[in-house]
Nanobody
């Protein structure tokens, strides 16, 4: 079992920045990929950023150049730096960790960007 606990998020004005964190515990050594998705009301969950086992960073088109994913293996933590935020970035952000073919999910963090 893997537990993912998220922190960060909140309310920010357009153009501002936030940082989200996702700390893994339990059988975290088995995690081979981590990343972030987001979902806003009436929309499908969309990929925000993903960190592959080889360290490659993959971003959704809508956040490229503004968001940065990073990881700290020693802390079993993945971060998402959100810069140049836009109102359309408002959503609940979820981190995930993949063990084999199974994805574990964090509890979700609300990010609200005011115009």
């Amino acid at each position: 079992q893997v537990q993912l606990v998220q922190s960060g998020g909140g309310l920010v004005q357009a153009g501002g920045s936030l940082r989200l964190s996702c700390a893994a515990s339990g059988s975290a050594a088995g995690i081979n990929a981590m990343g972030w998705y987001r979902q806003s009301p009436g929309k499908r969950r969309e990929l925000v950023a993903r960190l592959t086992p080889s360290g490659v960073r993959i971003y959704g088109d809508s956040v490229k150049g503004r968001f940065t994913i990073s990881g700290d293996n020693a802390k079993n933590t993945v971060y998402l730096q959100l810069n140049s935020l836009k109102p359309e970035d408002t959503a609940v952000y979820y981190c995930y960790g993949r063990v084999g073919d199974w994805d574990y999910w964090g509890q979700g963090t609300q990010v609200t960007v005011s115009s």
